[in-house]
């Protein structure tokens, strides 16, 4: 904030304080009659000839000097007169009687006059000049600090981000696991390069490129590359910026966002979580009068409105393009749309490198290993996970990380850390310790599932204890075969609780809400039953989006809702039968791996494989 603002600020402060203690002496000032008094006792004291003497102010304050002491001891009584004129018409001719009669030793009041309004409208004035400094502080300095000329003229302005200095040497090179992007992006690279080659052929770059994909992928990431590798300016914004209280500003904010990468182009316009201010219009609160739409309007027509040759391109980013509103996705805005996914075993190796970087590991490590394991991870994930291995090597005070640190840290980004502190009684040790063992048991004994890599009944995050299972590779598609086994295996807690120890518990909930959703998917969505048939219900949407999914109805009647229901319960049902079915067939072995859990709480994959006597596969098998 500058100076003149701080001043600014200090003296409006000033001026608020200054009306808060006026309103507060007239408030005193009028509040000095007593809470036990009133006119008609006033009245009274004066019929009563109780009074010796009194006086009235300008300020029509009656003071009174009574004849005798009350019973509390009071001898001299203060109230205020809000009617002078009405004690002068009632009472002026006793008391000049009771003057004259030695009754009133002494009086003095002035004579009646006409009414005060400044007097009376004063105290809503200042209530008024109070309320209005306090909507100036509050209201409008909570825009940016201050609502002068000079912050009128700019509230318009859309606030872009430039590239630091650290990010302006971003390339191609710093972003792994999207070899295919880059691809894609590199002929917005080569325009911004040098466009004239492209527009001596006739070719039109893309105006608009949106960049979409889970979070964590990196479309940010591939933004700044792009400006790196080009070499050109860089705006960038998030879609939240453009929308404000006030109506007109965020459309205001798009015209000036264009204006200045104009200016500087060759530039590239970032728009990130584009999703805030692009939803499909018409399903605001506001209906086509919301101040979101408003600014979407803008935002279509400067996408249409500048030249290819003007050399300013628009890459956006979100994970929810489902919900953008057509008018944006079509060709001459953004005509091409780059999906940045969760990437591949190789991606990961390649992104894990990038991220170990200039870190000090041990000779140990082995990032392909890591890399099978850490299937689903994003790229945000794994460059966590580097991270959390650094900092744990760092608590112990050694010098390189190893690779039973980033096994830590691996399980740490998935489940959260340990809680060893937390008490826990031996009846709930011994129920989580069945309940895993059931998972363990199950996942191995059936087919094509993912392989057992840890056991534990450590507390981590909401969860009691945990089975982790890697896969050993990328998976594009499930089968209705594999589908069934992850049913199976979620059931294994459950079975396992109630075979054991005769009683089943809470701690199964979340399992059978996942194995129930699978069920329902397979049913609803993927037609895998036979008696309902290869029809999906399924309406495409994962997510509730208010004025599309809302005004959508059911396109099934409730007889197909009950035969959904029962194919849902008759999966479900089946799966608990054979997992039932594998934990007495193996009870000595679940036996065997619950008792180990309980002597040390965590099981790796070399122990539990010796319950069943087998050996783990050698590192280079693996591979």
């Not at 009563?48 to 009584?77: H, P, W, Y």
């Not at 390339?171 to 696991?177: H, L």
């Amino acid at each position: 904030m500058s100076r003149q603002n701080r001043a600014s600020n200090n003296f409006s402060f000033v001026f608020l304080a200054l009306i808060i203690a006026l309103c507060a002496s007239w408030l005193w000032q009028t509040e000095t009659r007593s809470a036990q008094l009133d006119y008609s006792q006033v009245r009274q004291l004066f019929l009563q000839e109780k009074v010796e003497s009194f006086s009235i102010d300008a300020g029509c304050n009656l003071t009174m000097n009574l004849r005798e002491e009350r019973e509390d001891g009071v001898k001299a009584l203060r109230y205020r007169l809000y009617d002078f004129q009405l004690f002068y018409d009632d009472l002026n001719e006793l008391i000049q009687t009771q003057y004259s009669q030695g009754i009133l030793t002494h009086y003095d009041y002035p004579p009646p006059k006409t009414t005060n309004w400044l007097e009376i409208l004063l105290p809503g004035l200042l209530i008024l000049a109070s309320v209005g400094v306090m909507g100036y502080l509050f209201l409008f300095r909570a825009q940016g600090g201050g609502m002068g000329p000079d912050r009128m003229a700019r509230f318009g302005t859309a606030h872009t981000r430039t590239l630091t200095e650290k990010d302006k040497k971003i390339t191609f090179d710093d972003v792994a696991g999207a070899d295919e992007e880059k691809e894609e992006l590199q002929e917005v690279v080569e325009f911004l390069r040098d466009p004239q080659r492209f527009l001596d052929l006739g070719a039109r770059i893309p105006k608009g490129v949106l960049l979409v994909g889970p979070p964590g992928t990196g479309k940010t990431l591939l933004a700044k590359a792009v400006a790196g590798e080009a070499g050109v300016g860089f705006l960038s914004i998030s879609g939240s910026d453009f929308v404000e209280l006030y109506v007109g500003v965020g459309a205001s904010r798009v015209r000036d966002l264009f204006d200045q990468a104009k200016k500087t182009s060759p530039a590239i316009v970032f728009i990130d979580e584009i999703d805030a201010v692009g939803r499909q219009r018409g399903t605001g609160v506001g209906g086509g009068h919301d101040e979101r739409e408003q600014t979407l309007n803008q935002l279509l027509v400067e996408m249409d409105g500048f030249a290819v040759n003007e050399g300013v391109v628009v890459l956006a980013a979100t994970n929810r393009a489902d919900v953008l509103d057509p008018a944006l996705l079509r060709p001459g805005r953004f005509d091409r749309q780059i999906y940045v996914g969760l990437p591949d075993i190789k991606g990961r190796e390649d992104i894990l490198k990038v991220h170990a970087r200039g870190k000090p590991l041990a000779e140990d490590v082995d990032l392909r290993r890591l890399a099978r394991g850490t299937a689903g991870f994003t790229g945000a994930d794994l460059e966590n996970l580097i991270n959390e291995a650094a900092l744990l090597a760092a608590r112990k005070d050694q010098r390189f990380i190893a690779m039973e640190d980033l096994k830590q840290a691996e399980i740490k980004v998935i489940a959260g850390p340990e809680k060893r502190s937390r008490v826990i009684p031996q009846h709930e040790r011994e129920l989580t310790a069945y309940h895993e063992a059931g998972h363990a048991v199950v996942m191995h004994a059936l087919p094509d599932h993912d392989p057992v890599s840890q056991i534990s009944i450590v507390p981590r995050g909401q969860a009691g204890g945990m089975t982790i299972s890697l896969p050993e590779e990328d998976r594009s598609y499930l089968s209705k075969r594999y589908m069934e086994n992850q049913i199976v295996a979620l059931l294994g807690g459950r079975a396992a609780e109630k075979l054991c120890l005769g009683d089943i518990s809470t701690g199964a909930s979340n399992d059978i809400q996942r194995a129930s959703a699978i069920a329902r998917k397979m049913v609803a969505s993927y037609g895998m039953s036979e008696k309902i048939g290869t029809v999906s219900f399924d309406s495409g949407h994962d997510e509730v989006f208010i004025g599309r999914t809302m005004s959508q109805g059911r396109s099934y009647s409730e007889a197909v809702a009950a035969q959904i229901d029962g194919e849902v319960t008759a999966l479900v049902a089946a799966a608990y039968d054979r997992c039932e079915a594998i934990l007495r067939r193996e009870r000595d072995r679940l036996e065997a791996v619950a008792k180990y859990l309980l002597e040390n709480e965590t099981m790796e994959r070399e122990d539990f494989l010796a319950v069943f006597g087998e050996a783990a596969p050698s590192q280079s098998e693996s591979q």
